[in-house]
């Protein structure tokens, strides 16, 4: 069974750093790119990025209203996903999905982990 | 504002057949496949139709995606009460270079 389970939410200062987690079991991580997506309160989706899989390098992409600010990383021999949130601004405040992909869509999401990011 | 345009709200009686539409661009729906998503209130997505028209195993029949140019739809027949979710259409930007979402259609079960 394909399991995603998201941590490290929690609230942060406007201007402040986050890294959240995102633990994978059940199917070959390796094999897999994985996104993170987020959800504002009462809003709907929005794509934060993604990372490619070994055999694509590992390559990245940000959506514009993250890139240069957040960065994401993964460490297959731990079957880890990781979102580095630096800069953080109020309108950042949303749930965090990570969601595994073969590329043409995203077929399992986590459970999502809060960010709330205030004074 | 989303790139993929839905209707915000739809709705229908027990048994009936809805329709929920998403408008894109040459750069999204033209050029890739449509997916649509499942939201239950408090819970995370759930991939509901990929590749436009095809159904993850336990997913029910009476669900279907199709898509015709920079359009997309997703029909639900036999409509009952746990169909009641907000529904999104999602589809990759070449442009953009990363996923699209609309910005989700609630559908209410009256």
């Known amino acids: 069974e394909v399991q995603l389970v998201e941590s490290g939410g929690g609230l942060v200062q406007p201007g402040g750093s986050l890294r959240l987690s995102c633990a994978a079991s059940?199917?070959?991580?390796?094999?897999?790119?994985m996104d993170w997506v987020r959800q504002a309160p009462g809003k709907g989706l929005e794509w934060v990025g993604r990372?490619?899989?070994?055999?694509?390098?590992?390559?990245?992409e940000y959506a514009a209203s993250v890139k240069g600010r957040f960065i994401i990383s993964r460490d297959d021999s731990k079957n880890s996903l990781y979102l580095q949130m630096n800069s953080l601004k109020t309108e950042d405040t949303a749930v965090y999905y990570c969601a595994t992909s073969d590329g043409s869509f995203l077929d399992y999401w986590g459970q999502g982990t809060l960010v709330t990011v205030s004074s | 504002q989303s790139v993929l345009t839905q209707p915000p709200s739809a709705s229908g009686t027990p048994g009936q057949r809805v329709t929920i539409s998403c408008s894109g661009s040459?750069?999204?729906?033209?050029?890739?496949?449509v997916n649509w998503y499942q939201q239950l209130p408090g819970t995370a997505p759930k991939l509901l139709i990929y590749?436009?028209?095809q159904r993850p195993s336990g997913v029910p029949d009476r669900l279907s995606g199709s898509k015709s140019g920079t359009s997309a739809s997703l029909a639900i027949s036999g409509l009952q009460s746990e169909d009641e979710a907000d529904y999104y259409c999602?589809?990759?930007?070449?442009?953009?270079?990363?996923?699209?979402f609309g910005g989700g259609t609630k559908l209410t079960v009256l």
């Open positions: 999602a589809a990759w930007d070449d442009r953009l270079n990363g996923w699209v």
């Open positions: 990372t490619r899989s070994k055999a694509k390098r590992y390559t990245t």
């Open positions: 040459s750069s999204n729906i033209k050029r890739n496949t």
């Open positions: 590749s436009n028209d």
């Open positions: 059940g199917f070959t991580f390796s094999d897999h790119y």
